[in-house]
């Protein structure tokens, strides 16, 4: 929302018409001559052997899924095999012209296309670059087997590993480029420009966004490609990461320097089907994928058709592309028509098509017909053809049969706990980039800086209460410890709903706009599949990221990107990625059903995320501080109720200085011996309130323990007070089925069971829609509950009388009516 832009009602409302310039359709039309003038004559065999490659690595794929053998060779390959046979032009030509430094991101039906930028990035990398990626890649694990009585030249043993990584990612082996962790859907090889294939259909719409931005924020060569099926223009994360791409922004307000529009190009790998449904005629009505493009920016994304069975047609429009992106006029659309053989999978019968239709493409397969081609022209004989094929074929053979044999390529052991190991990098790095971060103002005269500096840093001074508007709060708490990582990590970027300007959507960032340029800091779409999608690939390429929902509740629309995404690419991977990205999301209070929820359990279900919820200023600072210095996604949880509350647990207030607290451990906010009261967020300040009432009332010393954390949690700190008090009640904001406590009173039964005086006992929200902010006391946890739930459960309090029903028979009936 800068000022700069000013939106003026006569502009608005004057009369006109909006136009569209006319979208290119299989306009390339070089004769063969013309072609033979572009090209040199070994790549015109190097196209050619590259698109008999898939063909063959993938015709094997089938024999094994539909035989279970193939020549001879016995395999059950139980895992997936998603294959684009009839794809290859396209592949191919999709990645010929494209260097190491341009990366590509890819779909579940994406072994062409890896293949594809593999054999262009061995064609131009150097022997000793060669040499030096296989042998460092993972200590030649991968090589290994590969050079073993191997004397051909660099780029043949090259094609090789690659050929022998991939399958033996795809059977699941030890030697795969990521420990068989990946799989079919998942292969990828950084290392040759090859980032993320993803089983979610439109799943990298959303992510290679964020690898864009990081060439743009980092001033880094290179495009990205997003290779993603003409069924995925249907998914709202595609949709989001286009919006993403095509920002204004980028032009008109970013540092010219920087490069301009985001270098993408969306490539639609259109074989007309999305599993059985046609989106040409059936499921969509577009007609034209390329057509999307007009409804973007005034560019049409430069959208075009083209014609994916000539792989020299594809070649010629990403060279095209490719230096539209390099003058900064991105993003840019390919619509690129060609047709899967195969079925969706090999148990796809392809019922929803006949066979007269499969036939006729099969007349212009474009392998046959690229070999045509070649023969007209004169310049290769038939000898010259049928060698470089049959000798491309035995590779992939040879490498086949490397792969499936189990005592070259063993899988991991069944009992080992690799994975486990996989699950989170846990590395500390307060840089990710080798140059000093970008700044545009003095940051010791920022007036947000100055005005923090002049706050008492506790909430009480002197036995006085701090006033509110003098008091350091949470919300001053996450503000330091931000600005301290900008000043520290290049990388570091922030975006989301209103951050800049407005200053984030709770005054987090007040005073950051000032600090920071646009690059750094900047508002996104109100599209959250493609802020985490976005923060998932820029961390893929080596940045760091903190993102921002606006609400908890706004988890659902990014729920992909969480779940599937951002948590789950450190292991896939197998440790060669890590996900530096911490996600800010306030969960909110005294604004109804859907904008005050509390979801810390979803969140807290998915492997691969870490998720806190601090809530004192010493707590946020020092969590924050060690999210942003780590190499792991966290979710960082923020309570709408307390952002204005100063520190009242910390004698001498918060720090000025840095300092980090270690995101798996629980804080002992106060001594005591006859009952331990368990937390996790601002339902601390709601035990607080009733241990007050336990003390003066029942001469009872109640220890507070906020867990601070959903995961990871060292439980020995809660295990140690259980033991002495031997009685455990638990409360959190978030409704009670399935809530966190729950989870951490199962674990206390388990761990506690003999030192346990009564069961432990969860009060949580009640399991409705969250009311209206008159009616939120008869939904969020009070005093008097957690009063009640002692009283009737745990310890009998004398003389009191309950104010509410915490029986075991309201229990059942709660239970009984789902409520």
Known sequence: MPKSIVIEPEKAFAAGSIHFADIPVNAYRKSIREELAIYEHDEFLEIWRQMCAIREFETILHQLKTTGACRGITYNHAGPAHLSIGQEAAAVGMAFSLTPDDHIFGSHRSHGEILAKAFSAIRQLSDERLMAIMTGYRDGAVLRPVERAYNGSVKELAARFFVYGA????????????????????AFFTPFGIYPNNAIVGGSGSIAPGAALFKRV?????IVVANIGDASFACGPVWEGITFSAMDQYRTLWDPSLGGGLPIIFHCMNNFYGM??????????????????????????????????????????????????????GPVLLDTVTYRFSGHSPSDASSYRSKEELEHWQQVDSIPAFRVRLLESGAFSETQLDQAKESIQADVFEMFKLASDLSVSPRVSMDSEMIASLMFSNRHVENLADRQPEVSADLEKSPR????????????????PVPKMKMFNVRD??????????????????FGEENRDW??????????????????????????A??????????????????????????????????????KWQAMSAGQLRMPVVVRISVGAKYGAQHSQDWTAVLHHIPGLKVVYPVTPFDAKGMMNSALAGTNPVIFLE???????????????VPEGYYEIDLSEPSIKRRGKDLTILTLGPTLYTATATADILKAKYALEAEIIDLRSANPLNLAPVLESVKKTGKALLSCDAVERGCVMQSVASNLSQLCFDDLDAPPVVVASRNWITPAAELETMFFPQPEWLLDAIHEHILPLKGYVPHGNQTNGELLKRTRLGV
Request: hydrophobic share 40%.
């Open 167 to 186: 399958y033996s990612e795809l059977f699941a082996r030890e030697t795969g480029f990521n420990r068989g962790l990946g799989g079919s859907m998942h």
């Open 218 to 222: 980092n001033r880094k060569r290179g």
């Open 276 to 329: 059985g449904g046609q989106p040409f005629g059936e499921t969509m009505g577009m007609q034209f994928v390329a057509r999307i493009g007009a409804g973007v920016n005034p560019e049409q994304m430069h959208a075009e058709r083209i014609n994916g069975y000539d792989p020299l047609a594809v070649i010629d429009a990403f060279r095209r592309k490719k230096a539209i992106l390099e003058r900064g006029e």
């Open 449 to 464: 800086v100055l005005q923090i500096r002049g706050k008492v840093r506790a909430a009480v001074s002197d036995g006085k």
């Open 477 to 494: 708490a996450i503000f330091e410890a931000i600005l301290h990582r900008f000043t520290v990590d290049a990388t570091l970027v922030a």
């Open 503 to 528: 200053g984030g959507s709770f005054a987090v960032y007040r005073g950051l706009t000032e600090c920071l340029p646009y690059h750094r800091l900047f508002n996104s779409p109100i599209a959250e």
């Open 530 to 567: 493609a802020i985490i999608g976005a923060a998932t690939g820029y961390a893929m390429e080596g940045g760091r990221a903190l993102v921002e929902l606006m609400y908890a509740d706004f988890v659902g629309r990014a729920g992909d990107e969480l779940f599937n995404q951002l948590s």
């Open 639 to 653: 309570s709408q109720k307390i952002y204005d509350f100063g520190e009242i647990f910390q004698p001498r207030g």
